[in-house]
């Protein structure tokens, strides 16, 4: 099963080097990383046409796993979905974690399973330090 998962920031810096360190940790053939932070014309900001972009580039993906960091980018992910064609929004998921440590968890994790939901558990749950 081929996963994509997409990162959203209002920086292209910060997605840039979160996909750089996820490619380095998580060595598989069955996971891309697409970077999607900024607006189209590299200032701060998201466009939720990268996201619409990224997912007809990779149309071959079986599951689409979205992660956003703030307000805008979050909202831009939202939008996306709305603009995509009907079986896209089938697999196109949108997970409620911390960008960085769930983005890290999801690629680990998908490089080993393709149960979708066991993925999503373990990037909602990398956020977790247990400093208490």
């Known amino acids: 099963m081929k996963k994509s998962i997409l990162l959203v920031s209002h920086s292209k810096e910060i997605t840039d ?10 060595n598989s053939d069955v996971v891309s990383i697409y970077s999607l932070g900024g607006t189209s014309d590299g200032e701060l900001g998201s466009d939720p046409m990268k996201l619409i972009d990224a ?28 603009m995509l064609e009907e079986n896209q929004q089938a697999r196109y998921k ?31 749950n990398a956020g977790k330090k247990g400093w208490e």
Request: overall charge negative; hydrophobic content about 55%; charged content about 20%.
């Open 17 to 26: 080097g979160l996909k750089v360190m996820i490619e380095q940790m998580a």
């Open 55 to 82: 997912v007809n580039e990779a149309e071959d993906s079986d599951v689409y796993l979205v992660f956003a960091d703030l307000g805008s980018a979050v909202m831009s992910s939202e939008l996306a979905f709305d």
């Open 94 to 124: 949108l997970v409620d974690a911390p960008l960085v440590e769930g983005a890290f968890a999801a690629a680990i994790t998908a490089g080993v399973t393709d149960d979708i939901n066991q993925i999503i558990t373990e990037a909602k």
